[in-house]
């Protein structure tokens, strides 16, 4: 009788890409803390406009998510992965250049819309990548765990905020 257990292996490139999407929507959920100071300061917010910049990007992220869900599922898991990607860096990208508080909390609103499509699509292709059972398990706990990393590297979040030309801080 054989005892031995074989393993399939995990793919690994589109294991680390998805998890990677996943870990910058979740470390974009909770690093903007840290640069709330610098962000009064350069762009002169006020309390409510920071308000908006931290729960801005997490109320159109929650909201977006089934929908997000649904399109994925309508339009092509890929398609939507990588519409939502694109969204989220094009998002980052205004964020980083944004002159205002106004203009930051459209980039966060942007934000958080690309990765309402991001997340479920990623979930969908970690099942379509991973047909089998087991595979697919250890493959969603990888994948899972990318979501727990942000939560505990502070100092390396306060490391990935710089301020862009006009002096805004830039994220994700």
């Known amino acids: 009788m054989d005892t031995t257990h074989d393993k399939a292996p ?3 490139a589109p294991l680390v890409a998805l ?10 959920v909770t690093v903007v803390n840290v ?6 300061a350069s762009l002169g917010a006020g309390p409510s406009a920071l308000q908006w910049v931290v729960d801005g990007y997490s109320t159109v992220f929650a909201a977006l998510l089934l929908f997000g869900g649904g399109a994925a599922d309508r339009f092509g898991h890929r398609r939507v992965f990588l519409t939502g990607l694109g969204l989220f860096s094009g998002a980052s990208v205004f964020c980083g250049l944004a002159g205002s508080a106004a203009l930051l909390i459209v980039g966060r609103l942007g934000q958080g819309a690309g990765a309402a499509l991001l997340v479920p699509a990623s979930l969908a292709l970690l099942q379509a990548t991973f047909p089998d059972r087991a595979t697919r398990a250890r493959a969603i706990a ?6 727990r990393s942000p ?4 100092p390396l979040s306060e490391a ?4 862009a030309r006009t002096g805004a801080p830039c994220s994700g």
């Open 19 to 28: 998890s990677l999407g996943y870990f910058l929507v979740m470390l974009d």
């Open 142 to 147: 990888v994948w899972g765990l990318s979501r």
């Open 35 to 40: 640069a709330l100071p610098d962000i009064r």
């Open 160 to 163: 990935s905020w710089s301020p």
């Open 10 to 12: 995990l793919a690994l």
């Open 151 to 154: 939560s505990v590297p502070v």
